[in-house]
């Protein structure tokens, strides 16, 4: 469906009129391509940008610009919020039911232009097809799951020790600053938004200026399903100007933030004097896969490899440190390799990385590690210096030094380490011993181990002989540098009271 008052000329196309994959590349290679131009979404209308300040967006796979982003400002952020706040009242007193039924349709019509979608986030992201498509599920997923969370909420109740009902009542908290990093663009915005809208909360969303495509197709589907105007806002720009009005804003009362730790820390500096606004921070991460020595060895190289390849090794939970038991050391390396050479193919399975920055950071790593002496590149090798045509770093499997930064450093690309281990103790030591605390996979066939060992990992998530399982439900996030897990996202958007009710 064409958004209302936008419908497209000649070769000025807008991108939802070129829902495959081959349509969209075939048209980004035309000889009169023009860059698309995104609009901020604001209380329910697509807001042409009035200022010639602008962010180029580029498609990873080939280096080139093929849209603009709205470097939004703070009066364009300051009309976002003043949106949401008006939508707030009415919105916050609907019934679940009718959010439930909004969000349900929000799904659907996902679902039905999954292709559309996919296509875009492959190409603004650089990931792959299919790892694009397996992100649109999710984003489906995201708004099925809290539409129907909220039908069937429960409450906490006890009575004190003179028989008075004590029960806990929740209710939405007001206007969120939902911000997103770009490695699964529309998979982490739609994690904060369906969440946010279904507990009654309105919002200001932005994704990030390196991957605003896909949010740029979500104003459609808003728009498409009547949802009422400013329950949901989307603002477009880079962290300064637009991410840090959003989060000084006065009337924003909380902020879901995904992103790295040094802007989470920045978040934190900037809202320290509004002692009120809540803050939900998803920072970064360095997880370690710890591979015990009774494992089924075919099982542990797949799920080893999962965690540290899919996406390019670009998603805050990857496991880019893997350690493993000794005796299991020459032959968990040698068929570890084989795997991911077979099967993590770049342009196949692993795609491109998402800018030129972040190329040069991964490649920087790569050079630190070829200039160790005691490093071993069991494969990859050292990318050129100035691509010629997109972003493309075959994965890499490398030991390096124990005071190598390749240990240590967030990376976030397809880099990942293996070192041996002897001990449990060493084991749980190793794999702790780094500032972040956001995953742990653990990898044993040991029952009394798994809780063992499991229990000692410095994480908010802990997966064991599996990677990447979501309960959305359930609380997320990480620890320590990692963020302020803890918290489900009922209790991220809803504030609670306390009721005590004596017998009468
Ligand atoms: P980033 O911190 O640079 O940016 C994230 C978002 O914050 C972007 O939208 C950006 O525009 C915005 N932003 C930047 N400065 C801001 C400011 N001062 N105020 C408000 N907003 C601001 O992170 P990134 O490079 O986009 O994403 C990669 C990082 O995200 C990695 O470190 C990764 O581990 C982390 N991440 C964490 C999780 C998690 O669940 N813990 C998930 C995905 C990514």
């Not at 916050?92 to 349900?104: D, K, N, V």
């Not at 097809?129 to 992100?135: D, F, G, K, M, T």
């Not at 902020?255 to 509004?274: E, K, L, M």
């Not at 794999?431 to 908010?460: C, F, H, P």
């Amino acid at each position: 469906m064409i958004p209302r008052n936008t419908r497209s000329r000649g070769y000025f196309l807008q991108p939802w009129e070129l829902s495959t994959l081959e349509d969209a590349e075939g048209h980004l290679q035309r000889l009169d391509f023009q860059p698309f131009q995104l609009q901020n979404l604001v209380n329910g209308a697509l807001v042409p940008h009035p200022h010639n300040n602008w962010i180029d967006s580029v498609n990873p796979k080939t280096g080139l610009r093929f849209a603009c982003i709205p470097n939004s400002s703070p009066e364009q952020v300051h009309a976002a919020v003043s949106a949401a706040e008006a939508a707030f009242p009415t919105w916050s007193a609907t019934l679940p039911s009718l959010r439930s039924e909004y969000l349900q349709r929000i799904a659907s019509r996902i679902e039905e232009q999954r292709e559309l979608f996919a296509a875009w986030e492959s190409i603004d992201q650089g990931k792959t097809l299919s790892r694009a498509r397996v992100e649109i599920d999710r984003a489906v997923a995201n708004f099925r799951y809290f539409a129907t969370y909220i039908l069937h909420q429960e409450t906490r109740a006890r009575w004190t020790d003179t028989n008075i009902l004590t029960y806990e009542h929740r209710s939405p908290k007001g206007v969120f600053a939902l911000i997103a990093p770009w490695n699964m663009p529309l998979c982490s915005l739609t994690g904060k938004i369906a969440p946010c809208l279904a507990f009654g909360c309105t919002a200001v969303a932005k994704p990030s200026e390196l991957t605003s495509m896909t949010a740029y197709l979500l104003s459609t589907v808003f728009r498409d399903v009547d949802l009422p105007p400013g329950v949901i806002n989307l603002v477009y720009g880079a962290g300064d100007p637009t991410g840090s009005a959003l989060v000084r804003h006065p009337r924003v009362k909380g902020i879901s933030f995904t992103g790295s730790t040094a802007t989470g820390r920045q978040i934190r500096r900037d809202t320290v004097d509004d002692i009120g606004k809540y803050l939900s921070l998803e920072l970064s991460g360095k997880n370690p896969t710890i591979v015990f020595d009774d494992v089924d060895v075919d099982k542990a190289v797949v799920t080893a490899a999962k965690a540290a390849f899919e996406n390019q090794g670009e998603i805050c939970l990857c496991g880019s440190r893997i350690y493993v038991q000794r005796r299991l050391w020459s032959e968990f390396v040698c068929r570890f390799v084989s795997y991911v050479r077979e099967h993590y193919v770049l342009g196949n399975k692993v795609g491109a990385v998402v800018s030129l920055d972040h190329y040069n950071k991964i490649r920087s790593y790569l050079t630190l590690a070829a200039e160790d002496p005691i490093s071993v590149f069991h494969l990859g090798s050292i990318p050129p210096e100035n691509p010629e045509c997109g972003f493309w770093i075959e994965p890499a499997v490398l030991t390096v030094s124990e005071s190598s930064p390749l240990l240590t450093d967030e990376i976030f690309g397809p880099v990942v380490t293996l070192t041996p281990f002897d001990t449990e103790e060493e084991a749980v030591q190793k794999a702790n011993g780094s500032a972040y605390g956001l995953a742990s996979i653990l990898l044993t066939k040991d029952g009394a181990r798994m809780r063992r060992v499991g229990e000692k990992l410095d994480a908010g998530l802990v997966w064991i002989n599996c990677w990447l399982a979501k309960e959305m439900g359930a609380s997320f996030g990480g620890i320590s540098v990692s963020g302020t897990g803890g918290d489900s996202s009922r209790e991220v958007y809803t504030s609670g009271r306390t009721l005590h009710i004596p017998q009468f």
